[in-house]
């Protein structure tokens, strides 16, 4: 972290910034008032300029934690960067629950950032220690997992507190990691692809399984296959339709019969597809090519994608354990994700819709079509073509009257690539 984050996190580690925090935040009456008018207000009062400007950076972070720890942000803090990292309370939730099924004494939360999934390991009972290196997170930690006796922060880096802290032969210890996967320059943070750049590297995770330890570590979800460990359990999670990691269970946190899987979190709680199979061995199903566009289009969840699973949810979830059964379920093509079925289904894995047409991908010919059909709002999916949905949307749509849109008809087009030719496909979601 920068000497500017420390100072703006430096006032509200004092009695009175957090005291004023919370009673601002308690009584909502920050959100009514302009930023520049509640610092010239709350300065007038008598607080200190630094506590000022620490509370309304935490006011403004809080608000925009919200989304990923609900109510917990009300006796919490937060950076900038560390919000941005920060595993949502429903993700993590279901990570503690892996340690807590493993039946581990205990859990180190090795580079824990803000505390995120300490705070639900903690919340399950289960004792853990936040091992962060920046002294300035570690602060913010405390503060965060403080509602909790078993739960401790300590300042350390992450390799050299596992080697200065061996395990008591009596307890059976977990381990959880979320390696750093950024590089931080003069021009602002890179993303980090190769797993042995990560700090810790992916090697130093394999050597605490090679162990033994119930093990999990949290990886970006574009994760290669080719990378994922032959001892490991590999399971992709979306929340709300967005994938948003890759995790990797090892030992007593893995499952025996799960190599690979997808867990969709959604509002109305979670739904997971697995499969005992490495990855590409998943069933054959037909391909119909274009001619096979009919009934209903499906396009899976990106998580269901990404672990490779697509064929295994047509086959267990509309072909009835059929792989030959093409009117349940056909894929347009081997190489992309999309498929369709004569069946119409509700499945957690899936978003459907109702195939209306079948064009050409051409720009002139689908200007035409919009117009003639008074299209007033248009929706563009894609996949495997390069068109930027946003361009698109904005050169078939131009100079057409979009300045009423309930009156006029709402569209989608699925764009894409079957074989070599390209095609645009209207549909209606079901």
Same mark, same amino acid.
């Given at each position: @972290?920068?000497?500017?984050?420390?100072?703006?996190?430096?006032?509200?580690?004092?009695?009175?910034? %957090?005291?004023?925090?919370?009673?601002?935040?308690?009584?909502?009456? %920050?959100?009514?008032?302009?930023?520049?008018?509640?610092?010239?207000?709350?300065?007038?009062?008598?607080?200190?300029?630094?506590?000022?400007?620490?509370?309304?950076?935490?006011? +403004?972070?809080?608000?925009?934690?919200?989304?990923?720890?609900?109510?917990?942000?009300?006796?919490?803090?937060?950076?900038?960067?560390?919000?941005?990292?920060?595993?949502?309370?429903?993700?993590?939730?279901?990570?503690?629950?892996?340690?807590?099924?493993?039946?581990?004494?205990?859990?180190?939360?090795?580079?824990?950032?803000?505390?995120?999934?300490?705070?639900? =390991?903690?919340?399950?009972?289960?004792?853990?220690?936040?091992?962060?290196?920046?002294?300035?997170?570690?602060?913010?930690?405390?503060?965060?997992?403080?509602?909790?006796?078993?739960? +401790?922060?300590?300042?350390?880096?992450?390799? /050299?507190?596992?080697?200065?802290?061996?395990?008591?032969?009596?307890?059976?210890?977990? $381990?959880?990691?979320?390696?750093?996967?950024?590089?931080?320059?003069?021009?602002?943070?890179?993303? =980090?692809?190769?797993?042995?750049?990560?700090?810790?590297?992916?090697?130093?995770?394999?050597?605490?399984?090679?162990?033994?330890?119930?093990?999990? &570590?949290?990886?970006?979800?574009?994760?290669?296959?080719?990378?994922?460990?032959?001892?490991?359990?590999?399971?992709?999670?979306?929340?709300?339709?967005?994938?948003?990691?890759?995790?990797?269970?090892?030992?007593?946190? /893995?499952?025996?019969?799960?190599?690979?899987?997808?867990?969709?979190?959604?509002?109305?709680?979670?739904?997971?597809?697995?499969?005992?199979?490495?990855?590409?061995?998943?069933?054959?199903?037909?391909?119909?090519?274009?001619?096979?566009?009919?009934?209903?289009? $499906?396009?899976?969840?990106?998580?269901? =994608?990404?672990?490779?699973?697509?064929?295994?949810?047509?086959?267990?979830?509309?072909?009835?354990?059929?792989?030959?059964?093409?009117?349940?379920?056909?894929?347009?093509?081997?190489?992309?994700? $999309?498929?369709?079925?004569? &069946?119409?289904?509700?499945?957690?894995?899936?978003?459907?819709?109702?195939?209306?047409?079948?064009?050409? $991908?051409?720009?002139?010919?689908?200007?035409? %079509?919009?117009?003639?059909?008074?299209?007033?709002?248009?929706?563009?999916? +894609?996949?495997?073509?390069?068109?930027?949905?946003?361009?698109?949307?904005?050169?078939? @749509? /131009?100079?057409?009257?979009?300045?009423?849109?309930?009156?006029? +008809?709402?569209?989608?087009?699925?764009?894409?690539?079957?074989?070599?030719?390209?095609?645009?496909?209207?549909?209606?979601?079901?």
């Amino acid at each position: @972290m920068s000497d500017t984050t420390a100072s703006e996190l430096a006032g509200v580690l004092t009695p009175e910034g %957090y005291r004023l925090l919370n009673e601002l935040w308690r009584s909502g009456d %920050y959100s009514t008032m302009e930023p520049l008018k509640l610092s010239e207000r709350l300065r007038a009062e008598g607080h200190q300029p630094t506590v000022v400007s620490s509370v309304l950076t935490q006011l +403004k972070l809080r608000t925009a934690a919200e989304a990923k720890f609900g109510p917990f942000v009300d006796q919490m803090l937060f950076t900038d960067a560390g919000l941005q990292q920060a595993t949502p309370l429903k993700v993590a939730a279901h990570h503690a629950r892996r340690f807590a099924r493993a039946g581990v004494d205990e859990v180190i939360d090795l580079g824990s950032g803000l505390g995120a999934d300490a705070l639900a =390991i903690a919340g399950l009972d289960i004792p853990v220690t936040a091992v962060e290196i920046d002294e300035t997170t570690a602060a913010a930690t405390t503060i965060n997992l403080m509602a909790f006796p078993h739960a +401790k922060v300590e300042v350390a880096d992450a390799t /050299q507190w596992v080697q200065d802290n061996p395990v008591a032969t009596d307890t059976t210890r977990g $381990y959880w990691l979320d390696p750093a996967r950024r590089k931080t320059s003069s021009q602002g943070t890179v993303r =980090i692809f190769d797993p042995e750049a990560f700090s810790p590297p992916l090697s130093f995770v394999e050597d605490l399984a090679d162990v033994g330890y119930a093990l999990g &570590v949290k990886l970006g979800p574009a994760l290669a296959h080719d990378v994922v460990p032959d001892t490991a359990e590999a399971q992709w999670v979306s929340l709300h339709g967005n994938v948003v990691e890759a995790v990797l269970w090892f030992n007593m946190a /893995q499952r025996s019969d799960v190599r690979r899987a997808a867990l969709v979190i959604h509002g109305l709680g979670a739904a997971e597809l697995t499969s005992p199979t490495d990855f590409g061995h998943s069933p054959q199903v037909p391909v119909s090519g274009i001619e096979g566009a009919t009934g209903y289009l $499906y396009e899976p969840d990106g998580a269901v =994608i990404r672990a490779g699973l697509v064929t295994d949810l047509m086959v267990e979830h509309f072909m009835d354990g059929d792989p030959t059964d093409a009117a349940a379920g056909r894929q347009l093509d081997e190489h992309i994700a $999309y498929f369709c079925s004569d &069946v119409a289904k509700q499945t957690p894995f899936a978003t459907g819709y109702r195939i209306i047409e079948v064009l050409p $991908y051409k720009i002139k010919a689908l200007r035409r %079509y919009i117009k003639e059909q008074g299209v007033t709002r248009l929706d563009i999916k +894609k996949r495997g073509l390069d068109a930027s949905p946003e361009e698109l949307r904005r050169t078939l @749509m /131009q100079g057409l009257n979009t300045k009423k849109p309930a009156s006029g +008809k709402h569209l989608t087009i699925v764009l894409t690539r079957v074989g070599d030719a390209r095609y645009a496909i209207v549909v209606e979601p079901i």
